[in-house]
């Protein structure tokens, strides 16, 4: 540790860093407008430094933190020193190494005694960004610029002066103004919030002591990623996933990675398909999210967690013009759940083939919908993202089941479904059910995370759904000998109930009408280990509170339940598995 920097203090100040975070956080949940912030908390916050070099993340988004890293360099680039006091910075387009245009990022300078020392920064999913498809998840697109606004970095206060021109253009080709607009001042006041905070920090310690505070805790930082790597032996390790076909004739696409270990150093080499006239292709920043998503699964170190971690990390992405270095006009934005969740998946498996005491099966990938169109309340425009929808499960480990209804892997446990009452009152809907899906975890020693299904109702008008993502066709891969025989209630999909049922595997826009109902199904976990080697009375426990059948503990685990006495028969259970 550095002799400038007494422990005592370093505490007190990684403490204060963290509470100006949580205090973003906190505002935008208590003053965001759309559902999409104050019920599912899709928003990510973190700071910078004036290098500018992550100091602190929250315990947020996955796939919005790790693509700050890169466009936070990009943004401060772009403007160079052009940048002052009272300037407020906005930015989305993914050729600037933004992750999709929906997730709409703010940058303030913190200036202190006219020195810049810090950055706040606070980026969110809006639940619409124009185009021609209400919440921007646009199937059909071919290019990028059918899907939105793309917003390359833009000053919207300069100099303490909001500039409505600008604000007025981006509201302008938004749907529902009202939530974006409250949304973005919810943004604003997070970034203010923060602000205050090291300021009151920067005038108890000064700039020296804080600087001096900051390195040494990218130097913690760095010293555990270092330990880690160094304990892993040398050489090249591979990975691969699939990339379902989503129904739109592209085919099955693998994605693979090698890993390179040598000393304390980790070399990331990624390798995909060229890019497609379809909106899953991922660019540079939103790659980089899925890249440390992997790392970071697998490395599970503790905090602190800033930009220190990634020193001894570099990676390749590929060629540009690929699926996972894309390159403009590829279309893009259900690039933060696919491809990257698949990327994620194939760079962790390498890691823990270099590793095996790590492995861990995969959390599914998101499955869900988005619901427009005009509230028959107020003859306005509603649109959502509806975050609850995408819910799926946890994967299993080397030592328990996975979390129910705790993912999809992008956002790895930091989204909420928000209450099912504030949703109806906030949009005309009805919502029919959501809960748990039986036979959706992976089968397993360890069982996966059960998924879940959300159904809804429009009330007295035309509801427009769109459906993107994936896990409708491959189950979530588990680990460590985890097979599944039940494939189909592991799958997502998306199912239209009329006058007949319908069911949609692939990415698609629907018209639901009132009296009809949609209700998507997401994956669960994979599951870890031999399923044959789950206790019989763990499988009965899994009966007993409906997360798994009959059908599913004979066929699956080789334990036979008696349903009406609810017990294991033993006898018939040896016999099973003997088989």
């Given at each position: 540790m550095?002799t400038?920097?007494d422990p005592?203090?370093?505490?007190?100040?990684?403490g204060?860093?963290e509470?100006?975070?949580?205090e973003?956080?906190?505002?935008?949940?208590?003053?965001?407008?759309?559902?999409?912030?104050?019920?599912?908390?899709d928003?990510?916050?973190?700071?910078?430094?004036?290098?500018?070099?992550?100091?602190?993340?929250?315990q947020?988004?996955?796939?919005h933190?790790g693509?700050?890293i890169?466009?936070?360099?990009e943004?401060?680039?772009f403007?160079?020193?052009?940048i002052?006091?009272?300037?407020?910075i906005?930015h989305?387009?993914p050729?600037?190494?933004?992750s999709?245009?929906?997730d709409?990022c703010?940058?303030k300078?913190?200036f202190?005694?006219?020195?810049l020392?810090f950055?706040?920064?606070c980026?969110?999913?809006?639940?619409?960004?124009?185009?021609p498809?209400?919440?921007g998840y646009n199937?059909d697109a071919?290019e990028i610029?059918?899907?939105?606004?793309?917003i390359?970095?833009?000053k919207l206060?300069?100099?303490?002066?909001?500039r409505e021109?600008?604000?007025?253009?981006?509201?302008?080709?938004?749907?529902?103004r009202?939530?974006?607009?409250?949304?973005l001042?919810?943004?604003y006041?997070?970034?203010?919030?923060?602000?205050?905070?090291l300021?009151a920090?920067?005038d108890?310690?000064?700039?020296?002591q804080i600087?001096?505070?900051i390195?040494?805790?990218?130097?913690m930082?760095d010293?555990?990623?270092?330990s880690l790597?160094e304990?892993?032996p040398?050489?090249e390790y591979?990975?691969?996933?699939?990339l379902?076909d989503s129904g739109h004739?592209?085919?099955?696409?693998?994605?693979?990675?090698?890993?390179t270990?040598?000393?304390?150093?980790?070399?990331i080499?990624v390798?995909?398909?060229p890019?497609?006239?379809?909106f899953?292709?991922?660019y540079?920043?939103?790659?980089?999210?899925?890249?440390?998503l992997?790392?970071m699964?697998?490395?599970?170190?503790?905090?602190?967690?800033?930009e220190g971690?990634y020193?001894?990390?570099?990676?390749?992405?590929?060629?540009?013009?690929?699926?996972c270095n894309a390159?403009?006009p590829?279309p893009h934005v259900?690039?933060?759940t696919t491809?990257?969740?698949t990327?994620?998946?194939?760079v962790?498996?390498?890691?823990?083939?270099?590793a095996?005491?790590?492995?861990?099966a995969?959390?599914g990938?998101?499955?869900g919908?988005?619901?427009?169109g005009i509230?028959p309340?107020?003859g306005?425009?509603?649109?959502?993202?509806?975050l609850a929808s995408?819910?799926?499960?946890?994967g299993?480990?080397?030592?328990?089941?996975?979390?129910h209804a705790?993912?999809p892997?992008?956002c790895?446990g930091?989204?909420?479904?928000?209450?099912i009452e504030l949703?109806?009152y906030s949009?005309?809907i009805?919502?029919?059910?959501?809960?748990?899906?039986?036979?959706?975890?992976?089968a397993?020693m360890?069982?996966?995370?059960s998924g879940t299904?959300w159904?809804?109702?429009p009330?007295?008008h035309?509801?427009?759904?769109?459906?993107?993502?994936?896990g409708?066709?491959?189950?979530?891969?588990?680990?460590?000998?985890?097979?599944?025989?039940?494939i189909?209630?592991?799958?997502?999909?998306?199912?239209?109930?009329?006058?007949q049922?319908?069911v949609y595997?692939?990415n698609?826009?629907?018209?639901?009408?009132?009296g009809?109902r949609v209700?998507n199904?997401n994956?669960?976990g994979?599951?870890f280990?031999d399923?044959?080697?789950?206790?019989?009375?763990?499988?009965?426990?899994?009966?007993?509170?409906?997360?798994v059948?009959?059908?599913?503990a004979?066929q699956?685990?080789g334990?036979v339940i008696d349903?009406?006495t609810m017990?294991?028969?033993?006898q018939?259970?040896?016999a099973?598995?003997?088989q």
């Open positions: 550095s400038s920097v005592i203090t370093l505490a007190v100040v990684r204060a860093l509470t100006a975070q949580r973003m956080t906190l505002t935008l949940e208590k003053t965001g407008r759309s559902s999409v912030f104050n019920l599912a908390h928003y990510s916050n973190a700071l910078f430094d004036h290098f500018p070099e992550m100091i602190l993340q929250g947020d988004i996955p796939i933190l693509s700050l890169p466009a936070m360099k943004v401060a680039k403007f160079g020193d052009d002052h006091e009272g300037d407020v906005y989305n387009d050729a600037y190494k933004g999709h245009i929906l709409c703010m940058y300078p913190v202190y005694q006219g020195e020392v950055w706040t920064v980026k969110g999913h809006l639940t619409d960004i124009g185009g498809v209400p919440a199937p071919k610029y059918a899907e939105g606004l793309r390359p970095p833009v206060w300069e100099k303490g002066k909001r021109d600008v604000v007025n253009l981006l509201l302008t080709n938004m749907r529902a009202r939530d974006q607009e409250g949304d001042n919810a943004q006041g997070a970034c203010r919030v923060g602000e205050r905070n300021i920090l920067l108890k310690y000064g700039v020296k600087q001096a505070c390195a040494e805790l990218k130097n930082a010293r555990q990623m270092r790597i304990a892993v040398d050489g591979f990975g691969s996933a699939v379902e004739g592209f085919g099955e696409m693998e994605i693979t990675s090698k890993v270990i040598k000393g304390d150093k980790l070399h080499e390798q995909s398909p890019q497609i006239p379809y899953i292709n991922s540079e920043g939103n790659s980089m999210s899925g890249v440390y992997g790392l699964m697998f490395a599970q170190l503790p905090p602190p967690y800033n971690l020193r001894c990390v570099s990676v390749d992405l590929g060629r540009k013009g690929t699926l390159q403009e590829a259900n690039c933060t491809p990257m969740e990327l994620t998946d194939a962790r498996k390498a890691l823990e083939q270099a095996p005491d790590r492995v861990a995969s959390w990938h998101a499955s919908i988005n619901i427009a509230d309340r107020t306005e425009q509603y649109v959502t993202m509806v995408i819910i799926s499960g946890a299993a480990t080397q030592v328990m089941d996975g979390w705790c993912g892997l992008c790895f930091a989204l909420s479904s928000g209450d949703l109806e949009y005309p009805i919502i029919r059910r959501y809960g748990l899906i039986q036979d959706s975890g992976g397993g360890y069982r996966g995370g299904v159904e809804v109702e009330i007295d035309d509801m427009t759904v769109v459906a993107f993502g994936e409708r066709q491959i189950p979530t891969m588990g680990a460590a000998g985890a097979e599944n025989q039940l189909e209630p592991k799958l997502g999909k998306l199912v239209v109930k009329g006058e049922e319908q595997k692939a698609t826009i629907l018209t639901v009408k009132p009809e209700a199904f994956p669960g994979g599951g280990g399923p044959k080697n789950r206790t019989p009375e763990a499988v009965l426990s899994d009966y007993q509170n409906g997360l059948s009959l059908e599913a004979a699956e685990y334990v349903p009406r017990r294991v028969d033993q018939a259970t040896a099973l598995r003997q």
